[in-house]
């Protein structure tokens, strides 16, 4: 059988509805019992009061003057005549000897087993519904010399009782089912205004794709829930088109960066066959081509690097480190790349730190922040590595006096592919240097931070944890 799923906003409402009516529902019962039982007990609290007063004047009167007139009796005895009652006496044996009824209808004999009880000395309560109207009923025993020796009844009309109670039952059958039916059609449309945002989330859902990533959410000044709900997808939005735009530019410089070696290669290919050369023409051919083809190996090497970078494949072999030895052989290896280029490479200041990391990957991220150094000065310039220890990091210094970084280009520098000085792409490697060294520093929770200004040189600061 499918499962039916109704909509937030019905649910919602159908939930609210059916707490709602078991409030009123409970609410109301109470109060119907509630009311019903008070007016009950005032009745019986009158009918007992008449009953008690006409027992009293009998016993103070020992009957003499009872049975004459009864009615003007009661009049003495209760200042008036009472309205709507029925009050007869009895004696030991059950036998009426006086009787005043201001009810129409027949008058119903006691039962036998209310005359037993009051023979006994029991007040007895009860209602009779065999007459019209139903009377609510006092039996009231007159005890003289410890002995019963008569019984007073009093009786009054249950008519306006039950008018009453039949009114208000009415009134709570009209106003609960109404009440209920006005709060679930108010609490919809609110709970359909409430989840409005909701809905305009889910149609600007449907819209986004890859190529339409400019669509936004209307927040309209909203500060609940659904308003952070509506902020959040924004937020989410946005970085969604940021990534995709990094996507894209990545591929656009990745098919740019594989495609001028293959040109290469395949234009040096057909130059080569288009007639016969001497050996030496063909080994400068291979050997230009080799040199393409390290260009590209090196290119997707590095790209292999940083996609299991992003996956989060790569484990470090976490070792101690001594930075000091470290830097030392970074700078002895690239002394060869700074010579040819008349730089001067020099290390000092460093203190001897000792660090948990991984020693190749550490040592490639040295490599490339120096190389990048080297790359970037000016003949005659000068490029100095230190390093000292604050608040248990370890900070590295790389300072040069070369070309320097723009202020647009400095956020971007440790993109993929990206070149400040884009006159010198082919001269400067495959653009990948920076990100792969920004990527160790963090493995190790670290991080890399540049300064820079141009023609004026930069400096990149490391921070390892010690």
């Not at 009880?117 to 519904?129: I, S």
């Not at 709060?183 to 359909?192: N, P």
């Not at 993109?415 to 490697?429: H, L």
């Amino acid at each position: 059988m499918k499962k039916v799923n109704l909509p937030i906003k019905w649910r919602l409402t159908i939930w609210y509805g059916a707490v709602l009516s078991l409030i009123l529902v409970g609410f109301a019962s109470g109060i119907f019992i509630y009311f019903k039982n008070s007016l009950q007990e005032s009745i019986d609290t009158k009918i007992r009061s008449i009953g008690e007063v006409l027992s009293s004047s009998m016993t103070d009167s020992h009957n003499t003057s009872v049975f004459g007139n009864f009615e003007r009796y009661l009049e003495n005895v209760l200042g008036k005549k009472p309205k709507g009652k029925f009050i007869q006496i009895m004696d030991s044996s059950g036998r009426i000897g006086a009787k005043m009824s201001d009810i129409e209808g027949e008058a119903l004999p006691t039962s036998f087993s209310t005359l037993e009880k009051a023979m006994r000395g029991e007040v007895v309560y009860e209602t009779t519904d065999r007459t019209k109207p139903r009377l609510r009923m006092i039996t009231i025993p007159i005890i003289e010399n410890k002995k019963v020796t008569s019984v007073v009844q009093v009786g009054t009309s249950l008519e306006e009782f039950d008018e009453t109670i039949k009114k208000l039952l009415l009134i709570m059958i009209i106003s609960i089912p109404s009440s209920i039916c006005v709060t679930i059609v108010v609490g919809y449309f609110m709970a359909k205004k409430a989840l409005r945002p909701v809905d305009q989330i889910r149609r600007a859902a449907v819209k986004i794709s890859s190529s339409n990533l400019d669509e936004r959410i209307d927040v309209s000044g909203r500060r609940d829930e659904l308003g952070r709900l509506a902020e959040t997808f924004n937020a989410m939005i946005d970085r969604l088109k940021d990534t995709f735009q990094r996507i894209n530019q990545f591929s656009i410089d990745v098919s740019h960066e594989l495609k001028t070696p293959l040109t290469i290669l395949k234009g040096e290919t057909e130059v080569a066959l288009r007639k016969e050369r001497e050996k030496q023409d063909y080994q400068v051919l291979l050997k230009s081509n080799l040199e393409e083809i390290d260009r590209m190996s090196c290119i997707i090497d590095d790209l292999l690097l940083l996609s299991k970078a992003d996956t989060r494949k790569i484990k470090l072999d976490v070792e101690e480190v001594s930075l000091r030895d470290l830097i030392l052989d970074v700078c002895m290896d690239m002394k060869v790349v700074a010579d040819k280029k008349n730089v001067e490479l020099e290390a000092n200041e460093l203190e001897d730190i000792r660090l948990k990391g991984d020693e190749l990957k550490l040592r490639r991220m040295l490599l490339n922040i120096v190389e990048n150094a080297i790359k970037y000065s000016h003949a005659g310039g000068r490029v100095r590595v230190s390093s000292h220890a604050n608040n248990g990091y370890a900070i590295i210094y790389v300072k040069d006096n070369g070309i320097g970084i723009s202020e647009m280009d400095i956020k971007y520098i440790f993109d993929r592919f990206y070149r400040a000085d884009r006159s010198r792409k082919r001269a400067s490697g495959s653009g990948l240097g920076l990100s792969i060294s920004r990527w160790i520093a963090e493995a190790h929770q670290g991080g890399i931070e540049v300064e820079s200004q141009p023609a004026q040189g930069s400096m990149f600061t490391i921070k390892l944890p010690i």
